[in-house]
């Protein structure tokens, strides 16, 4: 009792997003009726059927079916040959089941996507923007990144300026964009860009951009510079004409009564000792009073005490938490958070040009993946933190492909933590 499987065509190709199928010869070599169950076994089995996807046959009959491959353009679908099994499953005899392997050849494809954030920086001697390449193709991709403007009045820092994306990842580049010409003051002057991401074989995507260049001195300056120099001239005049008056006839009465007092005791003393006296003095003479000093020993009123700054590790910000950072490498490469860690920035380092993957998981769950060959140090900064409940892990892969070097990249993440 059983079955046996005959593949018509045992090997066809199929491009993602199409439709092929294969031809199925099944023959009931048992002595009973039976009903045999067809189902497709392998990689292909997630874009699949078999149609009918049961046959009953008398002893010795033969009945077709047919498979349907229809492999969805998607970058989670394999390119290149993929192997498949055919099953026949008897419900009469199970041992007698059948199978018949065959291939499927899927075609590869590209649609890389890319998206300028943010698309109108602003400065007058620089400005930055991020440029992120989607790979949402079945294939590797290799793009090149070239900017220009039509006046030639900008200078680009492209960094890195060549991308290179597995499928269904995302690669990211820095475009710095400063002008040729500066100006001190002005209206800020809007300059257009052109932004190219070459895929190789591919068309290219443009993107456009723009610099809101400012000028050196800001707006507001030439106000601000007049309101302190009429600040000065109003502070000068009021010291001239009003305080300055005020302290010198303050501190002439403050003089005039102990002087007045002392040279009637000097008269007296004279007039009794049948000396002449002292002549009455004139307004204006007479020595004047020194500013009193502090005597020895004394000390004038001493400044409040600073109070020094806490301690940084024990800072708290109200609503978020206690501020965390650290680092990880090939030799540390888990970090387990005793509360709820919310990462706000990710900083790769490369300092050797290392070649390879580094990959950041959370409890073995991929967040992000970068090619080393991509940059030397790049630096990202999410809005929505990422969180890392408490007894979870942020860890860190590398795979480093140069040999005779030592695997250095690492990377760097800060946020906070909450108990």
Known sequence: MGASVTLVTPAVAVEPGQVTSIEIKVRNTGSVVDEFALDVLGDAAGWAVVEPPAISLFPGAEGVAKAVFSPPRAATTPSGLVPFGLRARSREDPAGS???????????????????????????????????VDNRGNARLSAEIE?????????????????????????????????????????????????????????PIALDGTLLQESILPPWFVKALLLALAALIALAIFWLFLLKPSIESAASEAVASPLASLKEDVNKALGDAGLPTMAPATPGSGPTAAPATPAPGESATPPPAVTPS????????????????????????????????????????????????????????????????????????????????AGSSLNLSLACTIAGQPCDPAVFYSGYLRP
């Not at 500066?182 to 190789?200: A, C, D, H, I, N």
């Not at 920035?345 to 991509?374: H, I, K, M, W, Y």
């Open 310 to 389: 806490p301690d940084p590790g024990g800072v708290t910000i109200a609503g978020l938490g206690q501020p965390v950072d650290g680092r990880l490498d090939q030799k540390n490469p888990t970090f387990t958070t005793k509360g709820t860690l919310f990462v706000t920035d990710l900083v790769f380092s490369n300092p050797n040009g290392q070649e390879g993957a580094v990959v950041v998981l959370r409890d073995g769950t991929q967040l992000l993946q970068l090619r080393l060959d991509n940059f030397r140090d790049y630096d990202l900064h999410f809005v929505t933190p990422i969180v890392i409940p």
């Open 98 to 132: 059948a199978v018949e392997e065959g291939s499927v050849t899927v075609g590869s494809f590209q649609e890389p996507h890319a998206e300028l954030a943010p698309r109108t920086s602003r400065g007058s001697s620089s400005g930055s923007h991020d440029l992120a």
């Open 147 to 203: 900017a220009t403007d039509a006046d030639r009045a900008l200078r680009f820092d492209v960094k890195p300026p060549a991308l290179v994306i597995d499928p269904g990842m995302a690669a990211f580049a820095r475009i710095k964009v400063s002008p040729v010409k500066r100006f001190w003051r002005g209206q800020p002057k809007t300059v257009p860009f052109q932004l190219y991401v070459r895929p190789e074989g591919g068309q």
